[in-house]
């Protein structure tokens, strides 16, 4: 389950940032996730409760933000957002879609106590 090392890399993300910005405890992690990520949301909220015990962010809050996935049409010329990686265009049903975004995974914020 990539959901558990995942977590782990965000403790690591937001300790860094505790050391950077002085807090000591968090209280809710709101994390942007890409639709072609492949992350479980449940997993991950499992997975996060369990990693941050005896942590700073020990019973904090995971909101999740999901990101529709875009990608670039060149039969069309723009820019579209589909919901799986094989998804035509749904501009002009063309195939020649290159991904711009859709697979990250970020903190986009950490509200402190
Ligand atoms: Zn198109």
């Not at 996730?33 to 949301?41: D, L, P, Q």
Request: hydrophobic share 40%; with cysteine; aromatic share 8%.
């Amino acid at each position: 389950m990539h959901e558990m090392s995942l977590c782990e890399s965000l403790i690591q993300v937001i300790e860094e940032q505790a050391k950077a910005q002085g807090f000591n405890k968090v209280k809710t992690v709101f994390l942007e996730i890409g639709t072609f990520a492949g992350i479980e949301i449940d997993a991950l909220t499992f997975c996060f409760d369990v990693v941050c015990r005896e942590t700073m962010a020990d019973s904090a809050t995971l909101e999740i933000i999901e990101l529709p996935g875009t990608a670039w049409c060149f039969d069309c010329g723009k820019e579209v957002t589909i919901s799986t990686r094989i998804d035509p265009c749904p501009e002009c049903s063309g195939y020649s879609l290159q991904t711009k975004s859709g697979d990250e995974m970020r903190i986009k914020e950490l509200e402190v106590v």
